[in-house]
Each structure stands twice: as C-alpha cells, then as structure tokens.
C-alpha cells in the first residue's frame, strides 16, 4: 500500500515536471531557422543561423545548432561547425568554404526537449583572387582560375558589376560577345539565377539583343561582372567600358559609379542600332577587406 502510494506521488510528481518542462521547451513545429552567410568565397566565413517561433520571434535559448556543408558533387570532406551558444536565439558560427562550387548546407537545431530542426540551403561559393594560402588543394586540371579568378562578393571588394539597358532598334539582332575595362582584370557576363530559392551566378556567352527589343542589365538578373578590380570604385566616379560586338565593332561607353541607379537617368549613348542607358556600376574596393583565413577563428571541423 505504501509502496503504491509512493508510486502515484512519483508518477503525480513526474507528470508535474513534464508540464513543466512542456511549458518550457518548444516543440519543433513551432520552429524556423534562417541561416545567412557572410562570405561565400573560398576560405573562412560567418553563418549566422537565427531561430524564430512561428510568430517571427526571436527564441533566446533554443538549444544547440550543427551545421553540415557537403557540396553537390563527391570527392569532398564535409564541413561542420557547432555551437550551443546563442544570443538572442542568433547562432554565430565560423564556417570554412573548402572549395569553390555548389554547397548543400544543412543545419540541424537540437531542442533542449531532444527534438530537431533541420533545414537545408544551396550556396553557390566562388573563388577568391590570388589566395594561395587558401587554395593548397590539388588543382591540377587546369583549375588555375581558382587562384586567379575574383571572388563575386562585393563584401570582399575586388569585384562589381555593371549595370544598364540596352535597345536594339535595328532589322536584325546583335550579339555582344565580349567586354573589357581598364577598371578590372576580368569582365565576364553573367546571369543571376534563383535555385532553391539562393541566387547564384551563371556566365552568359554573350549578350544578345533580339531585333527591335530591349534588354535590360539589373541587379539580380544579367550583369556585366568586373572581376580583380584595378582601381577603386568610388560613388560618383566612372568608369570606361568597351563593348566588343560580334561583328568586331567595338563601342565606348562610360559608366558612373553609383550606390543605385536613382530616378534621373545618367545619360544614354547611341551606337548604330543599339541605345544604351539606365548605365551604372556599383562601389567596390579594388582591395580586399574580408577577413582572411589566417585571421578568422577556426570552425570546429571534423573527418
Ligand atoms: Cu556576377
């Protein structure tokens, strides 16, 4: 009889303390991670994983947090950073980009309660200029763009990207194969394409406008991309750019530095069929200013 009654008070007790603890922890429906990345160029980077109720309020104790980064093809070592330490339910992890190329990054939140949060996200990591240190991997195969190319970053300076409409009044279309600046090293096009929901680059061939359209160079879609800047790019400042068309005719036009492109239109320039204008490139330091490896506190990396 007294051993029951024990039990009941140790199971009334026990039923007690879940409530209490229910009350407490959350339930892992309840829960949204927002992870971003601050440097996605080879080398040493920040994520900052910040953990929300369903609500949109920030969780001030929400449990420990791994980060898993593995890229898209095989062959690479996966990365992982982990922390328990949040402030304000805003998780601050180094984390190590080994390798230029598309990154699956899955992190993994873990409740006081024992449950877990996963979310995963697509990064595309780019290179970063003459980083010799960095790149100590093999790469034979003629991956000497991995060292020499720019990263894309603008936080890291180094790079920028130009920006304009163009209109082809003319019979027939014209195709823009190349570009050159005495601004950069490199100028590449490229496309800004959303994949699961990151924007990443793709390189575009050259740029094409059909007979008698319009297209348009704008943030987070076609750009003209100044990689290993030569010289700073500083607001209201320009630049020169030379067009190349696929003909061989070659166009000059001067691009102003701009922080966004406002409401007066900086000029436009005619050049046979085409009109460009909307022209604008945006600030960058031709140094780097990101945090080098060397630098940056090391992720908590494992085999
Ligand atoms: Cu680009």
Known sequence: ?????????????????????????????????????????????QIIVSVHDKNGNSIDKPGAIELRGDMDHAGMAPVFAESSEA??????????????????????????SGERVTESFRYEV?????????????????????TEGAGHSNANGESSAVYMQIDNSGASAVAIAAANTA??????????????DIARMEAVETLVIPAGERIELRPGGLHIMLRQLKTDLKPGASIGLHLELATGEMIQLTIPILNMLMDEDPGATAAGDLVFSKLWARPANASATGERADKAAKPGTKE
């Open 183 to 196: 601004a950069a090293h490199q100028v590449e096009f490229h496309r800004s394409v959303i994949v699961d």
């Open 126 to 146: 780019l290179s970063q200029a003459g980083d010799h240190e960095i790149s100590n991997m093999d790469h034979s195969g003629g991956d000497h763009q991995a």
């Open 1 to 45: 009889m007294v051993t029951t009654l024990r039990q009941i008070s140790c199971l009334l007790i026990f039923a007690l303390l879940l409530t209490a603890c229910r009350q407490q922890s959350l339930s892992s429906s309840d829960i949204s991670l927002d992870v971003s990345v601050n440097g996605l160029l080879v080398g040493q980077s």
């Open 87 to 112: 402030i304000n339910g805003v998780f601050t992890l180094p984390f190590e980009w080994t390798m230029a190329g598309i990154w699956i990054l899955e992190a993994n939140l873990t409740l006081d």
